[in-house]
């Protein structure tokens, strides 16, 4: 794996190089101390893992996961189980507790491992593996870490987004475009100016008016198609 | 055995009691005296009366105990306003169904006794009413008087509960924080430079020596403090390195004035925290104690104020126990002050 490691302390750093060197198949392809710097390294590197403290000077390792374009896998390394860490849902993220020892190390990465050539991933095809990539949504003191799969509904909500993905939904600050354009066509379908839906998750379709198509997601919520979209989504479906 | 609260409460209700319904039967006495009409006959009647009031009283102590203590005072006097009269009316009907069984049985005390009439019956009832209102009005003062010092007691003793625990919690926190950073850091070093590494940990041991001591003191001299604050830098020197240098400006004839234990560390961990943690390039801290003045000094830290501006992450915690324990060792003759000016200056001035 390529891992890049995210910490202010330069000692701290070196630690964990020194840790990871056990194991040859890791490769560490960058380093850096504080926001800015970890968001330039990460979008141009596109590491496959990101170590990651939380406090850093210009900020804290979730504004590098919110703002970057491409989110790796992440393990958080923090001195003490901060408060921050508790926002998030169980089990929804790793975290290694400093000093960090190598079993713990190895043990977290193993099953990153684990998850990333599990079959389900090795069948999917290079143009749809985004739908196993994850996206990173901090509201208020909750943060969600959410596959793209997971995704129900995608919904405008002022000037940002809202998803509805597992039993929640949250918002994040982005536009409808912006996020269309990481979402897998295959997979997700812009019904109209305000909505996406994952065609997973449609329940059923029924003529509505003015040619249009009202969808029915399996929750129950419904989406109107217009015309031109409702003939898109027809071919859509028939592939 | 203890005796409780409750237990002198209900002492104090019963004297109350006593008092109140034995002085009524007492007056009624001298009044009567008073107006010639005097009898074993018309004294035993009033000793009836306020018994029976007694009596009556205590069930509506009964009532408001076990139905209208958590109600509020106007939906109280509203049940009042039928309770009272009803209870009146109920005294004196029992009051005169006594007589007139008394006299069915023994005709000759009614002499020297009005007839009775429905006026009279009102009159009477009217009275015990007032008499009634007035017990009420006593009581109730009284019990919602002890009611509301009770919430006010529990209200303040949780308060105090509540910043007890929360001052452990972030006290507990914040050296958690440094002690796992700097023995995240001394384990990095022993591979990078043994000798810096021992250092590390000497340091790490005078300053946990210090956190120990500190507890049970009110003030500790500022030699001393000094001393761990050096441990203390140069520990987060190991997390923060190049970024963070510092100047120390002790005069020497201050050395041994005394402050509350740990208030220079968390003034310096504040700055470090909120200044130089905050900051790509870190910055300097500078530390000062002066004289101002033949029997007050002065101890000042400046830090460079934080790059971005802090999310909730402060809360003031550490500035709030600070002063708290400067009050506990000085009481109204210290301060401590935040200056923000480009750079952020902590200033504790403090009787030498």
């Not at chain 2, 958690?176 to 021992?198: G, Y």
Request: charged content about 20%; proline content about 3%.
């Amino acid at each position: 794996m390529n891992i890049v490691i995210v910490d202010d302390s330069r000692l701290a750093r070196k630690e964990l190089a020194g840790l990871l060197t056990e194991q040859s198949r890791h490769e560490i392809i960058g380093e850096a101390s504080d926001v800015q710097s970890a968001l330039e390294i990460v979008n141009r590197l596109k590491p496959d893992l990101l170590l990651l403290d939380i406090h850093l000077p210009d900020g804290s390792g979730f504004d590098i996961l919110e703002q970057a374009e491409h989110i790796p896998k992440v393990i958080f390394t923090t001195a003490y189980e901060q408060h921050a860490l508790r926002a998030f849902e169980i089990n929804a993220l790793d975290y290694l507790l400093k000093p960090i020892t190598s079993e713990r190390l190895f043990q977290a990465l193993e099953k990153i491992d684990t998850d990333k050539i599990s079959p389900n991933t090795q069948a999917q095809s290079s143009t749809n593996r985004k739908a196993d990539d994850h996206l990173f949504i901090r509201e208020g003191e909750r943060c969600h870490f959410v596959k793209y799969h997971e995704i129900r509904l995608l919904q405008v909500d002022g000037n940002y987004v809202r998803l509805f993905f597992r039993n929640t939904h949250a918002m994040m600050p982005r536009s409808l475009n912006y996020v269309e354009e990481r979402l897998d066509p295959n997979i997700f379908f812009r019904a109209n100016r305000q909505q996406i839906v994952n065609l997973n998750f449609v329940g059923r379709i029924e003529p509505w008016v003015g040619d249009g198509l009202l969808i029915i997601m399996q929750d129950g919520t419904q989406v109107e198609a217009s015309r031109r979209q409702a003939r898109e989504l027809k071919n859509a479906l028939e592939m | 055995m203890t005796v409780t609260s409750t237990e002198i409460n209900h002492k104090k209700y019963w004297l109350f009691q006593l008092a109140f319904w034995g002085g009524y039967w007492f007056l009624d006495i001298i009044l009567v005296t008073a107006l010639g009409y005097s009898s074993v006959l018309i004294n035993s009647i009033f000793a009836i009366l306020s018994l029976l009031m007694f009596g009556f009283t205590h069930a509506l102590r009964f009532l408001y105990k076990r139905f209208f203590h958590q109600k509020s005072l106007a939906h109280l006097c509203l049940q009042l306003l039928w309770l009272l009269p009803l209870a009146s009316v109920v005294i004196q009907f029992i009051l005169f169904g006594i007589i007139y069984m008394t006299l069915q049985s023994n005709p000759d005390l009614g002499q020297g006794l009005q007839q009775s009439s429905a006026g009279s019956f009102v009159v009477y009832s009217m009275n015990t009413c007032i008499m009634l209102i007035l017990w009420c009005l006593v009581y109730l003062f009284k019990a919602e008087w002890a009611k509301r010092r009770q919430i006010e007691k529990t209200h303040w003793e949780n308060q105090v509960k509540l910043r007890d625990i929360e001052l452990q919690f972030l006290r507990s926190q914040i050296n958690s924080h440094f002690l796992f950073n700097a023995l995240n850091n001394i384990r990095s070093l022993i591979l990078e430079d043994t000798q810096a590494a021992r250092q590390g940990l000497t340091d790490l041991a005078t300053l946990l020596r210090g956190l120990m001591h500190s507890e049970a003191k009110l003030t500790v001299s500022l030699r001393d403090e000094v001393e761990w604050v050096k441990g203390y830098l140069a520990l987060e020197a190991l997390q923060f390195e190049q970024r963070l240098s510092y100047e120390l400006a002790i005069n020497p004839e201050l050395l041994d004035a005394q402050l509350p234990p740990l208030l220079l560390q968390t003034l310096v961990e504040n700055a470090i925290k909120h200044g130089i943690a905050r900051r790509r390039l870190g910055g300097k801290i500078r530390i000062s104690a002066d004289s101002i003045s033949f029997n007050r000094w002065r101890l000042q830290v400046e830090n460079p104020t934080a790059e971005l501006p802090m999310e909730h992450e402060s809360n003031g915690i550490g500035l709030k126990n600070a002063r708290d324990r400067l009050f506990a060792a000085f009481d109204h003759n210290a301060t401590l002050e935040l200056h923000f000016s480009g750079t952020v200056i902590a200033t504790a001035e403090m009787p030498s």
